[in-house]
Nanobody, 122 residues
Framework: QVQLVESGGGLVAAGGSLRLSCAAS????????MAWYRQAPGSQREFVAG???????TVADSVRGRFSISKDNAKNTIYLQMNSLKPDDTGVYYC????????????????WGRGTQVTVSS
């Protein structure tokens, strides 16, 4: 069992920055993916960024250049640095973990955190 705890969300004005954290605990496997997704009201959950243990991190085209993902392996924690925030970035940001090197499998079968709300005002 793996538990995920997200933090760092909040209300910020457009152009501002936030840094989200996701701490994983429990049975963390050597090979895994930890990723961020977001869901805006009335929209489907979408991929934001991911950090596999066996490949380079990935950032979605929609946020590349503004968002970056990093990881502290010792703490089993990933971070999402969000800069130049826009109102369209508003939503609940979820952390996702899975013990395989496949984003689709991890999204469908992995563990999800409860999410942290990000609200960007115009």
């Amino acid at each position: 069992q793996v538990q995920l705890v997200e933090s760092g969300g909040g209300l910020v004005a457009a152009g501002g920055s936030l840094r989200l954290s996701c701490a994983a605990s429990g049975e963390i496997r050597t090979i895994n993916i930890m990723a961020w997704y977001r869901q805006a009201p009335g929209s489907q959950r979408e991929f934001v960024a991911g950090f596999p243990t066996t490949r380079n991190p990935t950032v979605a085209d929609s946020v590349r250049g503004r968002f970056s993902i990093s990881k502290d392996n010792a703490k089993n924690t990933i971070y999402l640095q969000m800069n130049s925030l826009k109102p369209d970035d508003t939503g609940v940001y979820y952390c996702n973990y899975g013990p395989v090197n496949n984003y689709d499998w991890v999204r469908e079968h992995g563990t999800w955190g409860r999410g942290t709300q990000v609200t960007v005002s115009s």
